[in-house]
């Protein structure tokens, strides 16, 4: 009998630097490739008119550190106007990695959280994560790289 499983996994790097670009943090971490984010990798297979979804297109951050949840569908507590538009989706071979630059102003506070989405406002939520505060101040920029695996 013939047997195959699909894992999809996603790791995120977290990388704070201060106005004059010196790193204060830097960490990679799990995440959580919730239901709602499997749905949107089924049907962007289908590749039908109506059955495929808009891209990922954008990332944001919260301040509420509740375990990701298989049925998430937004951030716990997501710091409003943080929803930033990504700067890159780079496929290769079995993995995607999107990319997103929170900057001075944007998304400050003491973040424990961040997701990403296909649209600037709801939307669907490919992943979720959790992490460790991070304090950003206003002149700080926060860089994102999340890459989503299939195996």
Known sequence: MLSDVI????KVALLLTDSDGQVKESREIPNLVVTA???FIAAAMAKTTV?????????????????PAIGDTTLAAEVAASRTALSSSTPSSNTIAYACTFGPGVGTGA?????????????????????????????????????????
Request: hydrophobic share 45%; net charge positive.
């Open 7 to 10: 894992k999809i996994t996603g």
């Open 37 to 39: 984010g499997k749905v």
């Open 111 to 151: 973040l424990v959280e961040a997701g990403i989405f296909n649209a600037s406002s709801a939307g669907t939520l490919l992943c979720r994560t959790v992490f460790s505060v991070i304090n950003k101040a206003a002149g700080d920029t926060l860089t994102i790289t999340w890459t989503i695996t299939v195996s």
């Open 51 to 67: 059955n495929t979804p808009a891209a990922m297109t954008h990332m944001a951050v919260g301040t509420t550190n509740t375990a």
